[in-house]
């Protein structure tokens, strides 16, 4: 049987760097004051027609179940937090900090940097309509990204705003329902052959030139952002950020700030996007709950291609990993006569809150060390003919020492 395209095993090893980055992102939104939230990896398709629109829809996991529902293996959060959000908001006092890390599937073609199923963070700020809001969340993306050990020389955030395209395209006579159509075509402007920029643009009578003489001149944009940018440089993240209207996100709901998160090398995708969605929750409710929200997303496959690539972060991953062996002690059975007491020993370890591993069957002192080896163990215990003496030996050191078993815990803990 071979493995779905675009899905992963994950092996020990895999799961452990897996859960390092689980990790961070946890401990940084903690600090954020950030609280942990998830919602169901099923979901009706008509959340995701309504709500998300474009090229999204195309690559749905999508199928009729045996209830006769149009469902979808949820390919991003957002539409389900609004919806979650829009049932119970005034069960919780403004403004929601929240965020999950789950996994997501959406049905496209395998390539560096994008899979089929993916875990990605998702951080939003419900209820609370100011720039200090903005400049939050764009804080927690940075601070998220320097907690793995990056810095302004290997990435950074690329802000924009959806209602200067949106003006832009207005002035110029694209009527409201082919808006998003014109967003779409310079969504992807970056990625797309020029040729094919300047046809599909000449169908709302623009030219290319008057898009690129826009995008060219942020300075408009910048003022706007000023209180965003001004609060960041408080912070000393100044370096981290940059005004950039080629930024315009791809999904239907954005509808003021966006931003995308790109390593400075250039050669991975987006580490990570996000903006505003102001009207959301108005239409999850049908006009009930107005309340404004922005949030952003951060995968974990891109990021684990730059967290490999740069020496920083990758020695930081390493040390994270390091501290988080598999056993920390392994008790070697050195005379077979002494198993019970051994067995005693190992539970008493693990009930003191040590990582403790030992040989399941009657096996060579030799191959006991090669297994403690193995797991990653700092120290060996020896139950030998010494006992209720036992030695205790550093493994990296190759040092050892005689002491009494009732000692063993507060040597041990020292």
């Not at 315009?248 to 050669?267: H, I, P």
């Not at 580490?271 to 949030?295: C, H, W």
Request: contains cysteine; hydrophobic residues 45%; charged residues 30%.
């Amino acid at each position: 049987m071979q493995l779905l395209p675009g899905f992963r095993d994950f092996f020990p090893e895999d799961c452990a760097r897996t859960n390092y980055i689980l990790s961070v992102w946890r401990d940084v939104a903690g600090r954020y004051g950030f609280v942990e939230y998830d919602g169901p990896v099923l979901e009706s398709t008509e959340l995701y027609r309504k709500k998300s629109g474009g090229e999204l829809l195309g690559q749905l996991f999508d199928f009729v179940d045996k209830g006769d529902r149009h469902v979808a293996l949820r390919p991003e959060m957002t539409p389900t937090l609004a919806r979650m959000v829009a049932a119970r908001e005034r069960d919780y006092k403004k403004p929601l900090k929240w965020f999950c890390a789950p996994s997501f599937f959406r049905y496209e073609k395998q390539q560096r940097g994008r899979l089929r199923e993916f875990l990605q963070l998702n951080c939003d700020i419900l209820g609370e309509a100011s720039a200090g809001a903005d400049a939050e969340l764009i804080a927690l993306v940075i601070d998220l990204l320097r907690a793995f050990g990056f810095g302004p020389a290997d990435f950074v955030v690329r802000l924009s705003d959806r209602d200067a395209w949106a003006g832009f395209a207005r002035a110029r006579g694209v009527a409201e329902d082919r808006l998003l159509d014109f967003l779409a075509v310079v969504d992807k402007l970056e990625r797309a052959p020029e040729a094919d920029s300047q046809r599909r643009l000449a169908e709302f009578a623009i030219e290319l030139s008057a898009v690129r003489a826009f995008i060219a001149d942020p300075s408009e944009e910048a003022a706007k952002l000023q209180g965003i940018l001004a609060d960041l440089k408080a912070r000393g993240m100044a370096d981290f950020v940059q005004v950039d209207l080629t930024i315009v996100r791809g999904l239907a709901y954005y509808t003021g700030l966006v931003f995308e998160v790109f390593d400075r090398s250039g050669k991975e995708r987006a580490l990570a996007g996000g903006g505003r969605y102001d009207r959301l929750l108005e239409v999850m409710s049908d006009g009930k709950v107005q309340m404004p929200a922005l949030g952003f997303g951060m995968g974990d496959v891109v990021l684990a291609n730059l967290i490999a690539s740069v020496p920083v972060a990758s020695e930081r991953r390493k040390a994270w990993l390091d501290a988080r062996r598999a056993a920390e002690v392994f008790v070697v059975l050195a005379k077979e006569e002494h198993r019970i007491e051994a067995l005693a020993l190992v539970q008493t370890l693990r009930d003191s809150g040590f990582r403790t591993d030992y040989a399941l069957s009657l096996a060579k002192v030799g191959k006991q060390f090669q297994s403690a080896e193995v797991v990653g163990a700092k120290f060996a215990v020896v139950i030998g003919e010494e006992w209720p003496q036992v030695k205790l030996k550093e493994l990296a050191t190759r040092q050892e020492r005689l002491l009494e078993v009732t000692d063993l815990l507060n040597a041990l803990r020292s």
